[in-house]
């Protein structure tokens, strides 16, 4: 019920907010709104002052939010604020709102009379001003005069008792006629309201630790359940990494298998030498010697043998008019002459690299895998040609195959790849690195 002086009253106290101020410890500021509690007759307990902070309002307006409903409080609570809540115009706000939430919980019919408004209003030893002593002279005038059993009602006894104990109880009853079970007790007993509060507040703070220790216990169970989770996700996925890698790790040693198996067992249409190494005159010769080179071959002997004495002496580009020479006698040759015209292209690849012309040396090694998809020097070479060109997953690429080849020119292939993966690396591609690396 709303006092004229902005008082309110809930069935039995009267709270009033007097004032608001800033405190500080150590480091926390906050700020202290003095309510003033006005307790019933029968406590014989003039007003006294209680301490209450911004966050305890607001736990208080929860809890009567979480049991009587958010509709039920008709006035805005004032919200939180995470900066410039110590203002003065943020406190005098607040300490206005706060007194209108007061009012509109106590003309409640229910949540006025409630324990949780009663115990937020009762006094706290150690955290609010003491108590003032008992009117001595209130009391005996009290007492002197008497009563008739219809102006004291007997709920109000026995709430009186259960908030304050057997002995405000005991006192009221005997200043009333007729009632048996309360007569005999003096009516100057002192009323026992610090106990009682003692009490209450013990009750409070172990049903508050309770709560966190709840708490605690479910977050710490949630937190177990999700490492556990994301444990079995993380073994999950590598278990699937670890068997994709092995899959592809068969069917790249199985091709590389093939492959092996394929140099080894030439078409048996070409008679021609199957080596991988360069095709030289002296090599290529029949056993009859050079000077049978032209006929079997159709390719002079001193075009390669000069375009060679070019490529030691670091002429590359006359290397690579001699070997273009040889390659052009032999655009008509049979079939069996392919592994020829593979080394030559690979020769002249080779020139064009050290000429500074990469994307026709590439072209050359193209050429000479389509002769022999298997040529560890033509992947190789165009590897390094797609490297000068910045094409760097297409070299690696090639120095990967190369490698799976397990030719002479293994280790080059690892070295090739090595440097292709830093630069991938360093462009941000490494992920294309790892997911395409096979060796």
């Given amino acids: 019920m709303a006092q004229k002086d902005g008082s309110v009253q809930n069935e039995t106290f009267v709270a009033r907010i007097k004032d608001a101020v800033p405190v500080a410890e150590g480091k926390k500021k906050f700020t202290v709104y003095l309510t003033e509690v006005t307790p019933p007759w029968f406590y014989n307990v003039p007003s006294y002052t209680v301490h209450r902070r911004y966050r305890e309002f607001l736990m208080l307006y929860k809890d009567l939010c979480g049991m009587f409903g958010k509709g039920e409080i008709t006035v805005a609570f004032p919200k939180k604020k995470a900066l410039g809540s110590m203002g003065a115009a943020t406190v005098s706000h607040r300490k206005a709102a706060l007194q209108q939430f007061f009012e509109a919980v106590a003309a409640h019919e229910k949540m006025g009379k409630h324990k949780l408004m009663q115990d937020f209003l009762a006094h706290r030893p150690g955290a609010d ?33 259960k908030r304050q104990g057997a002995a405000a109880a005991m006192r ?83 091709r590389a298998t093939e492959a092996r198996k394929a140099a080894a067992n030439p078409p048996a249409k070409s008679t021609a030498p199957q080596a991988t190494s360069v095709v030289t005159p002296a090599a290529a010769a029949p056993a009859g010697g050079a000077a049978d080179w032209p006929t079997l071959a159709g390719v002079p002997a001193r075009l390669v043998k000069e375009a060679e004495r070019c490529l030691t002496d670091g002429n590359f580009g006359g290397a690579a008019e001699g070997f273009d020479e040889a390659i052009s006698s032999l655009e008509d040759a049979e079939p069996k002459f392919d592994v020829v015209r593979c080394d030559l292209y690979v020769k002249r690849a080779d020139c064009l690299l050290h000429d500074g012309q990469p994307r026709q040396a590439a072209e050359d090694c193209t050429k000479a895998l ?32 190369c490698v799976l080849l397990k030719a002479s020119n293994e280790r080059a292939g690892r070295h090739g790849m090595q440097e292709v993966s830093k630069m991938l690396e360093q462009m941000g591609e490494g992920s294309w690195v790892r997911k395409n690396r096979r060796v």
Wanted: cysteine-free.
């Fill in 129 to 161: 001003p003491p108590k003032p002593a008992p009117s001595v002279k209130k009391e005996r005038a009290r007492t002197a005069q008497p009563q008739s059993k219809e102006d004291v009602d007997e709920k109000t006894i026995v709430a009186g008792s």
């Fill in 172 to 254: 009221v009853a005997a200043a009333t006629p007729g009632m048996k079970s309360a007569a005999a007790a003096p009516t100057n007993q002192p009323p026992v309201h610090d106990d009682v509060d003692a009490d209450a507040d013990a009750r409070t703070a172990a049903k508050t630790e309770a709560k966190k220790k709840a708490k605690a216990t479910a977050e710490a169970e949630q937190a177990r359940a999700k490492a556990e989770a994301a444990r079995k996700s993380k073994a999950e996925a590598e278990k699937k990494k670890a068997e994709t890698e092995r899959k592809q790790k068969e069917a790249d040693e199985r």
């Fill in 370 to 401: 389509a002769l022999n998809p298997i040529h560890h020097e033509a992947l190789l070479r165009r590897g390094r040609a797609m490297q000068q060109r910045e094409k760097f997953q297409d070299a690696f690429t090639d120095f990967q195959q």
